[in-house]
RNA sequence: GAGUCGCUAGCUCAGUCGGUAGAGCACCGGACUUUUAAUCCGGGUGUCGCGGGUUCAAGUCCCGCGCGACUCACCA
């Protein structure tokens, strides 16, 4: 312990240090040598177990043993009061010097202080205001806190600190703790969903030589033994069907995707995906999958209806199905269908105030694609399943057979934003390559975005992939509309930050 | 990438017209055996985000930069 730690602290921590030093030498007791503590119950256990305890009754056999960290200390002279806490609740304890002890009460006002781990003995009781109260036996100081904790009444609210040092965030925000819990409960339901239609967890690698699977710009790394420049994955889509190919059924991983993009309420660098692969299925399939994936996670957090930004939407009610021509004919008054040129199509565009976005080369169906975006995504605040995406943006999804130029895809949007994918999957080997083979025009072309050209996958497509039905379905933004979390950070637990200095 | 707002004590925040840096909580010392935002007495603990500039004098005005939040743009 060099003597620059004391000078760089501030005057709370650095006699916080100086205690312990204190601590150690004038009482011979290290709070950090502590291994284990038998906690027999935990604090929520306890309220419920103890809820019908009158006021000033006290159950003298139950002889409670919990543990927890002290959140504030009010002291008075021969007694203390203090709120414990632990990853269930908050419950109070009363520290009598007749109940523990001269010598123990001593070192509870000299040594212990708010912040501290704790473990105590004792029995409940519940005062005359009516608050349920552990009368504290015993008590062992079982780890000191030498860093001060966040204001006990308006807690801590400073973003950046909240983000960036989100043990704070959590200890002074139980609702932060909250959301995290639920968000524990909304995957597992995933898995639990999946697994009862016999799909299988698998894992597929994070790092790759080619990253492919979606459209969108990798993160760049290096491994030195093989001395050859790797990407971090932006989709899992192209392992997952390798594995249908390879006779292993349903499977899914749920897993970090990441892709080098900005960041805002929406999008973190890295994120949670979803994906799932069924042979012998269909994207119709996979609606239904969808709506009971997103329907069992609300329940699983005790909800059928949820609020986000103030808009309510009833989830036992049927998601709506609407194809991305109906919905541009809807929302911004153009019938595709009665286009018949790209030059019609982008004048039409030109009309509607969208010339800017254009460079005069898109073809009819990326206009379509346009339209959607700018007129129709943020107007789907109902769960929707927007159909049949044209061929040209969807270069992993079967042809529509009565319309070859859209797919058999959707994608479900609520709150006007996209948190399903979902296609019958291309597999036809020889139209898969020559679709690769239109990205990689579209990336020579300047498209940093376009989709990689992966000759592997086309081996596998040509070793056979079954009828699939496939989707995605990005966790971190069910997570908040199931939650009500207004920022995607809000439901990340360490999201990407830039350095301070 | 653009705009708006923010950054002052550990936390939450005030700081007027440019004139000695403030409050509550926390913390330190003292009193107190049913308090619960405990109370009472005493104590201010600071690189005012960073760097320049203007000025007799800058937390405050000007310029640049950093970080964050929000909006927009980008982003299947």
Redesign the pocket.
Known sequence: MSENQFQDD????R??KE?LLRLRSEENYDPYVNETWDRQITLNEIRSKFENLQP?Q?DENANLRTAGRLM????????????LADETGRI?L?F????VGEKEYDFL??WV???DWIGIVGNP?R?????L?I?VKEYKLLSKAI??????????????????QRY?DLI?NPDVREIFRQRSKIISSFRETLEAHGTLEVETPVLSVIAG?????PFKTFHNALSVEMYLRI?V?LYLKRLVVGMMGRVYEIGKNF?N???????NPEFTMMEVYWPYANYVDMMNLAEELIRNAAKSIGKTEIEW?DMKIDLSKEFNRLSMREAVRKFADVDFDAINSDEEARKIAVDKGLGS?LTGKESKFAILNLFF?SFCEEKLIEPTFILG?PVE?????KRDPENPDYTHRF?LFMYGK?VA?AFSELNDPLDQRARFEDQLRKKEAGDE?A?AFDEDFINAIEAGLPPTGGM?IGMDRIVMFLTGA??I??VILF???????
């Open positions: 501030n005057e709370i921590v006699t916080r205690k000033e006290v504030t200390l009010r002291r008075q002279g021969k007694a203390t009061f203090a709120d109070q009363y009598q010097l007749n109940n006002k000299k202080d708010s912040g009781c005062t005359k205001r009516g608050e109260t009368m860093r001060p904790l966040p204001e006990k009444w308006h807690g801590l609210t400073d973003t950046e600190i909240r983000y960036r704070m002074a699977g979606a459209n969108a710009r989709a889509e892709r993009e900005g960041i805002d309420t929406m999008h930004n976005e975006e995406h943006i969807s270069p992993l999804s994608e996209e994918n975005e989709h995605g207004r920022s950070r809000d999201p990407t930050m830039k350095p301070k200095a």
